[in-house]
């Protein structure tokens, strides 16, 4: 499956400027909003303004920063640009700093005029700090009140003492590299410090304590073999992820995924875990199954842990219980982790409810894959009854066969029926019909995997929300 990028032309970065020059120009509330936050950073601050706000006066007094009482103009920028590591534009002139920004890059300066992203070089996020830690958050300048909205929840979830966490994990640094070598490891440790009770120690403030709790996860970490996280993705929106995925995905050393598993779900795939894709499609297996159980096992005994990463739910058609039963046999440990299934997620999306008093009291899940002769063995006899609702895993191919084959058996040919293609995705299509009908709609409108097709009375209390 091909990555997804959302372009954007801005690129995040963190600039040591600790020592740096950097040039404010302008005098008034806005150029003090930016002179505030690099002070902190120990940049050598300049700031070219002929009068200054009370705020930016006390800072000068203070000898946080240093007052060049002049206008800003193209001459005194030039003769004060060489050295700097960047520049603010905060004059009140729009036009002037969009001339003195063309300058700055025509000397390749990153340069900032707030509030004209246009003009600009750089972009100054919103930020939240602790300590140490940082969390910048931007919308490339095309939406700030948001970006702000964003910063503010961002503050209500980090905890006051996370600057003690960073120095405690920053002061330990050295000492565990020397101890612990394997850069793989001593990630390991540091996530099980966090996740356990190292981390709320740390924070507040019992470095005794929090030393202690490191120490021993050392001892026993470097003992620790591999394991297998047999994790349900869902059925493609992001948002249906359970928070138990989402961390494991985090936390995972290399990640074996499906064909079904899109690309906006494994952005939340740690950046440096190695990805493996083994999806697998009608006569076209990137990897056999045999093949995908050896190489979990091979991952796991190398004490890698490993992130199984498969659509829907892995218990639900995705083969889940022979990786499951072969981890058993090699003796490896495992966790799973259930998904939103297909079934559920589509038909919720699609608006159609999976049970339904008055009309079914059963739903039954089928898959729609056929013998190698191309027929369908299926228990037909329990399947077309019309007080249930009929789910068709992989139906497509054969969805001719399958609502001739329900009709056969006894369901009227009139019988709703739905086909959900790319369902919890923005790209969903829904179309209705009828076991007669449904087979030309889909044939019609050129449907194509992944989809899910639904039979029963429950197709007629269809309803559709409103986007979210």
């Known amino acids: 499956m ?15 400027l600790e020592g740096a020059r950097v040039l404010v120009a302008g005098g008034g509330n806005v150029a ?30 203070d000898g946080k920063a240093r007052l060049i009482r002049e206008e800003a103009s193209v001459k005194t920028l030039t003769s004060l640009l060489p050295g700097c590591r960047m520049v603010y534009l905060a004059t009140s002139n729009r036009a002037l700093n969009a001339e003195l920004s063309a300058l700055c890059q025509s000397m390749n ?12 070089s750089f972009i100054t996020p919103a930020m939240t700090t602790r300590g140490a830690v940082q969390i910048a958050v931007s919308t490339g300048g095309a939406a ?58 740390a924070m507040s403030g019992d470095t005794q304590a929090a030393q202690q709790e490191l120490e021993r996860i050392v001892r026993e970490d470097q003992r620790r073999t591999g394991e297998v996280w047999l994790v349900g993705a869902g059925p493609g929106d992001p948002d249906l992820l359970t928070l138990a995925a989402l961390r494991l995905m985090q936390d995972a050393d290399s990640v074996l995924y499906d064909n079904l598993v899109g690309p906006d779900i494994l952005n939340f795939v740690r950046r440096d875990a190695e990805r493996v894709f083994v999806g697998k499609q009608t006569n076209n297996h990137t990897l056999p199954q045999d093949g995908i159980n050896a190489e979990l096992i091979r991952r796991a005994k190398e004490g890698e842990r490993v992130l199984r990463l498969k659509g829907g739910d892995p218990f639900i058609f995705g083969r889940g219980g022979e990786e499951i039963e072969a981890l058993v046999d090699a003796g490896i440990p495992f966790r799973i982790i259930p998904g939103i299934s297909a079934a559920n997620g589509c038909a919720a999306y699609a608006g159609i ?17 056929a013998r190698a002769d191309g027929t369908l063995n299926l228990a037909w006899e329990t399947i077309a009854l019309r007080s249930q609702t009929i789910v068709i895993y992989m139906g497509l191919t054969l969805i001719h066969q399958l609502c001739a084959r329900l009709v056969e058996h006894g369901l009227p040919a009139d019988w709703p029926a739905a086909v959900v293609e790319r369902g919890t995705l923005p790209q969903q299509r829904v179309f209705s019909g009828t076991l007669s009908t449904l087979p030309q709609q889909v044939t019609d409108n050129k449907v194509s995997s992944p989809a899910l097709v639904i039979v029963g009375e429950v197709v007629r209390h269809r309803v559709i929300s409103s986007p979210l």
């Open 2 to 16: 091909k990555a997804s990028f959302e372009r954007t032309s801005w690129f995040p970065i963190m600039l040591r």
């Open 32 to 61: 003090a909003n930016k002179v505030q936050l690099l002070v902190p950073t120990g940049a050598l601050v300049d700031i070219l303004a002929p009068t200054l706000s009370p705020e930016l006066e006390r800072l000068v007094a």
């Open 109 to 120: 300066i990153p340069v900032c005029a707030v509030d004209d992203p246009e003009v600009s």
């Open 144 to 201: 700030p009140v948001l970006a702000r909205r964003l910063r503010a929840k961002i503050e209500e979830i980090m905890p006051a003492g996370l600057h003690r966490l960073a120095a405690f994990m920053q002061h330990s640094r050295t000492a565990l590299r020397t101890q612990v070598p394997d850069s793989a490891l001593r990630r390991r440790i540091w996530e099980h410090f966090l996740d356990g009770t190292g981390g709320p120690l």
């Open 353 to 369: 409810p999976l049970t339904h008093r008055d009309c079914a009291q059963a739903c039954l899940f089928i898959t729609g894959h």
